[in-house]
C-alpha cells in the first residue's frame, strides 16, 4: 500500500472559491483514460494564503498545481520571486494556470490561451487566420488568451474594457500592431467576425450592458465563461442575431488536457471528456 502511494502523483486545482471547479473531475477521467497513476484534489487558499497553501503542498510532496482564479497573476510573481522556469506563454500572458514541481526546475505555464484557441478551432471550426477579433476585458482571463489568438494570425485584435486604461496596458503589453485598445463607448463600431467574452461580470454577478449591434450579423460568439445553463451574454448574443455560439466548456477541458500534457507528457483524447460534462450538465 506504502509503496502504491508513493507511486501516485499529486496534483490540484487552487482558487477561492473552488468547491464548484469540474478540474477534479476532468483530471480523473483523463488518468482513468491515460492509465496514469495520479491523484488530483481541490486547494481553498485563504484570500491571502496563497503561497503559503502552494509551498504547503508542495513540501508535502506534491507534484504540480492549477491556478485559478484569484490567484493566476500571484503565482506568476511566485515563480518569478522562486527563481522558477516561465514558458514564453506564460510571460507573455503575466499569469499562470499552471504549475510543476519535482526534480526539474520549478515551472510556470499558462494553457488558457492554447485551451481556447484549440476549442475554438477543433471543436466549433472557426478559423484565427484572417479573423478579426473582439475581445472584451482585460482583466487575468483577457491577459491568458490574447498572445493566443495573435499567434493564431488574427488579422486584427480590438480589446475593449471598461476601463480603458486597462485596455490600452494590455495593448501595450503585447506591442503587435494587429492589437488596438477600443473605447467602450465605442464598441458597437468594431465589426469583428468572432466576438469573445473574458470579462469576470457573469461571474461577479453584475451584468454585462452591450449594445445589440455587438452581435448582430456575427458568425462567431464565444464566452470563456461556463455555465450550466446558457449565460447571459449568450442569450443576448442569440436573440441579437450571432449566428454561431458557445460557452467555456471546451476550452476548460482543452487547458486541462495542456496542463495534463505538460506535467506527464501524454496528450488524452478530450472529446469524450467534454461530451460527458456537457450530458452530465444537461
Ligand atoms: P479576471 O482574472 O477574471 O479577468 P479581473 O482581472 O478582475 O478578473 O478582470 C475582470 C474583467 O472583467 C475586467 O476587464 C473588468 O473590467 P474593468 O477593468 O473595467 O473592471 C471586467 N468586468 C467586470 N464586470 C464588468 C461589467 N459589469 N461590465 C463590463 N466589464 C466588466
Known amino acids: 500500500m506504502t509503496e502504491r502511494r508513493a507511486m501516485v502523483a499529486r496534483y490540484a486545482v487552487i482558487g477561492n472559491p473552488i468547491a464548484h471547479s469540474r478540474s477534479p473531475a476532468i483530471h480523473a477521467a483523463f488518468a482513468a483514460q491515460t492509465g496514469e497513476h495520479i491523484e488530483y484534489g481541490a486547494l481553498l487558499a485563504p484570500p491571502e494564503g496563497f503561497r503559503e497553501t502552494v509551498e504547503r503542498f508542495r513540501s508535502d510532496g506534491g507534484s504540480g498545481l492549477n491556478v485559478t482564479l484569484p490567484f493566476k497573476e500571484q503565482a506568476f510573481d511566485w515563480v518569478r520571486e522562486q527563481g522558477g522556469v516561465l514558458t514564453p506563454r506564460a510571460l507573455a500572458a503575466g499569469a499562470l494556470n499552471t504549475l510543476r514541481f519535482g526534480a526539474d526546475a520549478l515551472l510556470g505555464d499558462n494553457t488558457d490561451g492554447a485551451g481556447l484557441v484549440r476549442d475554438l478551432q477543433e471543436r466549433h471550426g472557426v478559423a484565427l487566420a484572417g479573423a478579426s477579433v473582439l475581445l472584451l476585458g482585460a482583466g487575468g482571463a483577457a491577459r491568458g488568451v490574447a498572445p493566443?489568438?495573435?499567434?493564431?494570425?488574427?488579422?486584427?485584435?480590438?480589446?475593449?474594457?471598461?476601463?480603458?486604461?486597462?485596455?490600452?496596458?494590455?495593448?501595450?503589453?503585447?506591442?503587435?500592431?494587429?492589437?488596438?485598445?477600443?473605447?467602450?463607448?465605442?464598441i458597437a463600431q468594431a465589426a469583428p467576425t468572432l466576438v469573445i467574452n473574458a470579462t469576470s461580470a457573469g461571474i461577479a454577478g453584475d451584468g454585462l450592458e452591450l449594445p445589440d449591434a455587438v452581435f448582430a450579423g456575427r458568425p462567431f460568439c464565444y464566452d470563456m465563461v461556463y455555465a450550466p445553463r446558457a449565460t447571459d451574454f449568450l442569450e443576448q448574443a442569440q436573440r441579437a442575431g450571432c449566428r454561431q455560439r458557445a460557452d467555456g466548456l471546451g476550452m476548460l477541458v482543452e487547458q486541462a488536457a495542456e496542463s495534463f500534457f505538460v506535467w506527464r507528457g501524454v496528450r488524452p483524447a478530450t472529446g469524450p471528456v467534454f461530451r460527458a460534462l456537457r450530458e452530465h450538465a444537461a
Do not use: I, M, Y
Not at 480590438?158 to 495593448?171: D, F, I, K, S, Y
Not at 503585447?174 to 485598445?181: K, M, Q, V, W, Y
Open 148 to 186: 493566443a489568438l495573435l499567434a493564431g494570425q488574427v488579422q486584427g485584435l480590438h480589446v475593449a474594457n471598461r476601463t480603458l486604461a486597462r485596455a490600452r496596458e494590455l495593448v501595450e503589453r503585447l506591442s503587435d500592431a494587429r492589437a488596438t485598445a477600443l473605447d467602450w463607448s465605442r
